[in-house]
């Protein structure tokens, strides 16, 4: 989408990435100053995982920000994990 370019349902599962980040972290995954930055850090995938995010949540993210679209992760693999990973952040 951001190229312009028709897409599938699979730029869906990349807005789920956004929303399941922005629930566990508070912020948008490719948050900055201006719009040029914003699309550069999409462009490079450049976003921080904080340290109170569960390893499967994380995991998760990293599978659904993946610019090849055949390389991201199916829906069908999304529900199993997001039940996996429930906890959202680690306990303290």
């Known amino acids: 989408m951001v190229h312009g370019q028709p897409h599938t349902?699979?730029?869906?599962?990349?807005n789920l990435g956004v929303l399941v980040y922005k629930l566990l972290c508070g912020k948008a995954p490719f948050l900055a100053t201006t719009y040029e930055e914003s699309f550069r850090k999409i462009m490079k995938l450049q976003y921080k995982m904080p340290s109170d995010v569960t390893k499967p949540a994380a995991h998760l993210i990293s599978r659904l920000f993946v610019k090849d679209l055949?390389?991201?992760?199916?829906?069908?693999?999304?529900?199993?994990?997001?039940?996996?990973?429930?906890?959202?952040?680690?306990?303290?």
């Open 9 to 14: 349902k699979t730029v869906d599962l990349w």
């Open 70 to 92: 055949a390389s991201r992760m199916p829906l069908k693999n999304v529900a199993s994990i997001l039940g996996f990973c429930c906890t959202c952040t680690k306990s303290k």
